[in-house]
C-alpha cells in the first residue's frame, strides 16, 4: 500500500499560480496511473490531471492550457503545476494512484486551494 502526502495549497488570487506536490512514501515507476482530483463543497469529485507511467498525460477541459501535471521519478513525487487561477478552481485537491491490474485507488489527505475573486 502507498501512502501519498500533498502539499503546496493556499490561498492565491485570481490569475495567480500555485504548484501542488504529492510525496509517494515509495517509488511511483510502477504504479500504471497518478493524477490530481478535485472536489469542490456540494459537488462531485472530478478527475483534474492523470499521468501514466509512460508519461502521457490527460487534463479536465477546464484546465487545459493552465494547468500541467509533472512526475519526478527519483524524488517520488507528482506535481500539479496551476496557472491562470480562477474562481471556480477552489476545491480540496487529492493526489491519486492506481495501482495493480485493477487499478486500486490510493488517496492522499488533501490540501485546500482556495482562488480569490
Known amino acids: 500500500q502507498v501512502q501519498l502526502v500533498e502539499s503546496g495549497g493556499g490561498v492565491v488570487q485570481a490569475g495567480g499560480s500555485l504548484r501542488l506536490s504529492c510525496e509517494a512514501s515509495e517509488s511511483i515507476f510502477a504504479i500504471n496511473v497518478m493524477g490530481w482530483y478535485r472536489q469542490a463543497p456540494g459537488k462531485e469529485r472530478e478527475s483534474v490531471a492523470l499521468i501514466t507511467s509512460g508519461g502521457q498525460t490527460k487534463y479536465v477541459d477546464s484546465v487545459k492550457g493552465r494547468f500541467t501535471i509533472s512526475r519526478d521519478i527519483a524524488k517520488k513525487m507528482v506535481f500539479l503545476q496551476m496557472n491562470s487561477l480562477k474562481p471556480e478552481d477552489t476545491a480540496v485537491y487529492y493526489c491519486?494512484?492506481?495501482?495493480?491490474?485493477?487499478?486500486?485507488?490510493?488517496w492522499g489527505q488533501g490540501t485546500q486551494v482556495t482562488v480569490s475573486s
Open positions: 491519486n494512484a492506481k495501482i495493480g491490474a485493477w487499478g486500486t485507488s490510493h
